[in-house]
């Protein structure tokens, strides 16, 4: 195991290793799994482990890949239930503001819209099985 990296249990075998402040978001966001159909009682959909396992991979990928570009530590988001069974990585804090949504069905797109509270705004979507570096980068963008 790396150090200072924590191992994360996906389910079926599977794990991942990510830092301590990434893992507690991501073990807190472990809870949603527990949501099922009609889980408000106004008939939302319940959360897929599969689709969870598409956002905890998706978020680890891209901050691994915003601390390599920027040279440093990037905040982590909250994870958290999104509409339909999709999963929403929304970070709030003084230098971005961002939300990513991981639809339930890997074949519709990944949403995201955020901005750097300056003049920086970003609004776009891609095919998650697809995601390229530049789709990557242009979401880094914000953390700078």
């Avoid at 150090?3 to 966001?29: F, M, N, R, T, W």
């Avoid at 799994?33 to 106004?42: C, F």
């Avoid at 509409?83 to 949504?101: H, S, Y």
């Amino acid at each position: 195991m790396e150090k200072g990296k924590i191992e994360i249990d996906l389910g079926e075998g599977s794990s991942i290793l990510v830092v301590s402040g990434l893992a507690q978001k991501i073990e807190s966001s472990k809870r949603i799994l527990g949501y099922q159909n009609d889980w408000d009682e106004e008939g939302s959909v319940g959360y897929k482990k599969e689709t969870w396992v598409r956002a905890i991979r998706f978020v680890v990928k891209l901050i691994e890949k915003a601390e390599r570009e920027i040279g440093e530590e990037v905040s982590y988001p909250d994870i958290e239930h999104g509409p339909d069974g999709g999963i929403d990585l929304d970070w709030r804090d003084e230098i971005i503001r961002l939300l990513i949504f991981i639809p339930e069905s890997k074949d519709k797109p990944v949403t995201y819209y955020g901005d750097n509270f300056k003049e920086l705004k970003i609004k776009d979507s891609f095919i998650l099985g697809a995601c390229t570096e530049e789709d990557l980068l242009k979401i880094i963008k914000l953390f700078r």
